[in-house]
């Protein structure tokens, strides 16, 4: 099995916090340093920054849960990390959250021990909503919810078409499908606006509803099945992929029959 996904499997992290740990050197198996893509096989001894990490296994209790965040929690697995999330939530089963959410900001953020889902919720690709409401210093003028919506030049990249709708005189929703730091943030400042309330209210299907701020609540079997990873088509057995060979007809040579290509 990958090293990291013996760590997210195992609950220590997601893959992607795996895949940051092992660059840093922070992980060793059998008491060497690892690197990306090692392997790790039976009996071989994992420490994530000198702690045993737990044999890879299915969680037999998997949790799958949503947070109300408060301003100032910061959305982080490092323990000494004043206001770390994981502390904060104190779950029975070791927990990390899915993706980030600023520590200025607060709203919505699911956290999981199963490391098979975050790939899912979070590749760019899937264009996953999330929902902000947003609170500025200034009145909203059509203009700013049209340069929102177009999409805005940043320094590093220009952010995607988005929806935006007025709510109040200085207060606005959002619903973005990328992740970039401090996205939205950036995206009032290039318009001369300051966010002073920032708090996300919906990850996709899930929404945050009346969750009190600072609470966290189980999320339902409907609300986990679309978290899932797809199901990959079974293969057919290499029996099943080989064309049929046909006997020679007596009397003669065998028909010649076109081969209908087959896709991979």
């Known amino acids: 099995m990958r090293l990291n996904k013996y760590l997210s499997e195992s609950g220590a992290c997601s893959r992607?916090?795996?895949?940051?740990?092992?660059?840093?050197?922070?992980?060793?198996?059998?008491g060497v340093p690892a690197a990306l893509g090692t392997q790790v096989n039976d009996g071989d001894?994992?420490?994530?920054?000198?702690?045993i990490v737990g044999a890879a296994r299915k969680k037999a209790r998997p949790v799958y849960i949503a947070l109300n965040k408060p301003v100032g929690i910061t959305?982080?697995?490092?323990?000494?990390?004043?206001?770390?999330?994981?502390?904060?939530?104190?779950?029975?089963?070791?927990?990390?959250?899915?993706?980030?959410l600023d520590k200025d900001s607060e709203g919505l953020i699911l956290l999981t021990n199963d490391g098979d889902i975050v790939n899912e919720v979070l590749r760019a690709e899937h264009n996953h909503e999330k929902e902000y409401v947003v609170a500025v210093d200034k009145a909203i003028t059509p203009a700013f919810l049209d340069g929102m919506a177009s999409g805005v030049r940043l320094s590093d990249a220009?952010?995607?078409?988005?929806?935006?709708?007025?709510i109040g005189a200085k207060v606005?929703?959002?619903?973005?499908?990328q992740g970039l730091n401090r996205q939205i943030r950036r995206m009032c400042e290039a318009f001369g606006y300051t966010v002073e309330a920032l708090q996300r209210v919906r990850i996709m299907h899930i929404r945050l509803g009346h969750l009190p701020l600072g609470r966290w609540r189980n999320l339902s079997e409907q609300e986990v099945a679309p978290l899932l990873p797809k199901a990959k088509p079974a293969q057919q057995p290499p029996s099943a992929q080989r064309p049929q060979q046909h006997p020679p007809r007596r009397g003669g040579p065998p028909p010649r029959h076109r081969q209908r290509g087959r896709r991979p």
């Not at 001894?45 to 702690?51: A, P, S, Y």
């Not at 104190?90 to 899915?98: A, G, K, L, Q, T």
């Not at 220009?158 to 007025?166: A, D, G, I, L, Q």
């Open 16 to 30: 992607r916090e795996a895949d940051t740990y092992i660059s840093e050197g922070r992980v060793t198996v059998n």
């Open 45 to 51: 001894e994992v420490k994530l920054d000198g702690d």
């Open 75 to 100: 959305c982080t697995t490092e323990r000494h990390v004043a206001g770390n999330i994981v502390d904060f939530v104190d779950h029975p089963e070791r927990v990390f959250p899915i993706g980030r």
């Open 158 to 166: 220009t952010t995607k078409p988005c929806s935006v709708s007025r």
């Open 172 to 177: 606005f929703s959002i619903v973005l499908t």
